[in-house]
């Protein structure tokens, strides 16, 4: 018995749209719930809420002491996009030199750097606390947003080198012919064609600076200087009674803009995956 191909091929995407509902179940959720009053989001299981309410919202995006949501909004895109903005200057910066440039040790140095990525963040943890501690960076942006201006994220140099040695190095050579230093082969030449991996970089340092909590609970102690990822965790009281509502309804927002950005440049985020040889 042959059996068709289209039936075979309809099967597939039926298997695929079920496996892609059971992994967005439990953002359905979490946008569903979001509109169900306190009582109902445990006991009501239906993803259309018997009762709809925007209390959530509004009381949650009144924030904590004073403090509102829109603050933490704010704080946590400053930290964001000026981490993006520090990691695709020096990131492209150090992959370029690891890919076109001759110094000593090179082989070395890169393989040191590697070797980076290995390290748990937890290994590093204390070491980096004294010493942010002795430069008084404590409660302060500084920890979070230095590094990322120091080249500090191995992986996107990796991912930009292996990006550049794609591009010819006949490019490099005639530009030199034309009188053009390594600046000008940088700026004219390789960030052009980079582009791909700096909008790769750029998402990736975006959705994991926003998304992080352990390096912010860590650092910052001033509710007026919390991120959206602590203003949500404040939310929660493990001892009390907690605004469950209110917690969901912040979490929903805090997806907005990730979501935003991702869509905005899925093609460039596919393109620069596709093309570093990080598949």
């Not at 289209?6 to 892609?20: D, E, Y």
């Not at 001759?102 to 980076?116: C, E």
Request: glycine share 6%; hydrophobic share 50%; aromatic share 18%.
């Amino acid at each position: 018995m042959t059996i068709n191909p289209n039936f075979t091929k309809l099967l597939k995407h039926l298997l695929i749209i079920a496996f892609g509902l059971l992994m967005l179940y439990p953002v359905l959720w979490l946008l569903s719930s979001s509109f169900k009053p306190n009582q109902l989001i445990f006991s009501d299981t239906s993803f259309w809420p018997r009762k709809v309410t925007f209390d959530h919202y509004i009381n949650g995006w009144k924030g904590l002491q004073g403090t509102s949501f829109g603050r933490f909004f704010l704080n946590s895109a400053q930290i964001s996009i000026l981490s993006v903005l520090g990691n695709i200057v020096t990131c492209s910066f150090a992959a370029y030199a690891f890919a076109r440039l001759d110094f000593r040790f090179k082989k070395f140095w890169f393989s040191l750097m590697l070797v980076t990525i290995m390290l748990p963040y937890h290994v590093t943890l204390v070491p980096q606390y004294i010493i942010y501690n002795k430069f008084e960076w404590i409660n302060t942006y500084l920890p979070l947003i230095v590094p990322k201006w120091l080249a500090h994220d191995s992986f996107f140099i990796l991912l930009m080198v292996q990006f550049i040695r794609g591009i010819p190095k006949e490019l490099d050579e005639s530009a030199t012919i034309d009188g053009c230093g390594q600046g000008q082969i940088y700026f004219r030449i390789i960030m052009p064609l980079l582009v791909p991996a700096l909008i790769t970089t750029a998402i990736f340092t975006f959705i994991w600076t926003w998304d992080d909590f352990f390096s912010q609970m860590i650092y910052l102690n001033n509710i007026k200087l919390f991120t959206v990822q602590l203003g949500i965790r404040s939310l929660f009281d493990p001892s009390g009674e907690s605004d469950w509502g209110a917690l969901l309804a912040m979490s929903v927002l805090s997806l907005v803009p990730i979501m935003t950005i991702f869509l905005s440049f899925q093609k460039y985020f596919l393109e620069g995956i596709a093309t570093t040889g990080l598949k």
